[in-house]
């Protein structure tokens, strides 16, 4: 009797036991029953009916990262390209993951080489290169309506790399080049327009102050004849007389400083003056 009760007792303890449960926290564990899901159970401790119930699937929940491949597709303006995708998802439902699709990875690669396709049909190479982020969003949007159906979440869909065929590569090259010398060109003639305005502004600005001299000397030509004008008004015949003998002893100074002068011509009344001024000396 003792050993029925003990064969009895540990009997239900092994059941009890096989009917305890562990989930780490990266898993979810699928549970089925009699053949037919019954439930999820998420981390933590958990019971379980033995015989009756029994885990089928160990989901990992861990974001998980997709082995990057080459997609090949044609682009609006008929450029064939090669893209490079990195694909991150996470199963937020492990029972969909696991009854909804026989192959979930395969079925992601499919489902992202559509989707990818079909974005880059409507926008042209130039467009590919420049807007990554846009065509990353623009697929994740498309593809999520797929991926709820599967339980997973498309955490990043990143375009890494974008590849062109030989033929293209040095048309843009030559394009390149082209727009290169097109800015070399166009920043040469700005500095040539710069510098043929900084020499207008400086031709003028001489000009001006070649204006403001000869306008400073006409008014000192002015004041002196004005001058001039005065002396004569007050001292009359001897103020005349006194003015022509200075300008014509200016002209033989003059006439006297040039080389090439052979002879000077001394007017008579300045004859007389000096010798007038000699006599006075002389009597002296």
């Known amino acids: 009797m003792e050993i029925l009760s003990l064969s009895l007792f540990a009997f239900i303890l092994v059941f009890f036991m096989l009917g305890i449960k562990i989930v780490p926290q990266s898993k979810n564990y699928v549970v089925e029953r009699l053949g037919r899901y019954a439930r999820t159970l998420e981390a933590g401790l958990h019971v379980i009916i033995p015989i009756l119930e029994t885990i089928r699937h160990k989901v990992d929940i861990l974001e998980t990262q997709l082995p990057t491949n080459e997609i090949s597709t044609i682009t609006l303006d ?10 991150l998802y996470r199963v937020v439902k492990a029972e969909n993951a696991v009854y909804r699709i026989s192959d979930l990875e395969q079925a992601i690669l499919t489902t992202v080489t559509g989707v990818v396709r079909s974005v880059i049909g409507k926008t042209d190479l130039d467009g590919v290169q420049s807007n990554r982020r846009m065509l990353s969003e623009a697929i994740e949007e498309d593809l999520r309506a797929v991926t709820d159906e599967w339980g997973i979440v498309l955490s990043r869909v990143e375009i890494i790399d974008v590849d062109v065929d030989d033929d293209t590569k040095r048309a843009m090259q030559l394009q390149l080049n082209a727009e290169r010398n097109r800015r070399a060109a166009v920043r040469q003639a700005e500095g040539e327009k710069e510098a043929a305005q900084l020499q207008a502004d400086a031709d003028l600005y001489a000009a ?20 001039v004008s005065q002396a004569i008004s007050n001292g009359g015949e001897p103020a005349i007389n006194f003015e022509v003998k200075k300008i014509q002893a200016k002209a ?3 006439l006297g400083q040039q080389k090439s002068s052979k002879m000077v011509l001394i007017p008579s009344d ?15």
């Open 78 to 87: 008929n450029v064939t390209i090669e893209i490079e995708v990195a694909i």
């Open 208 to 227: 001006q102050k070649q204006a403001e001299a000869k306008k400073t000397l006409a008014d000192a030509e002015a004041y002196a004849v004005s001058v």
């Open 252 to 254: 033989i100074e003059t």
């Open 270 to 284: 300045l004859l007389e003056s000096l010798t007038s001024v000699a006599g006075k000396f002389l009597n002296k």
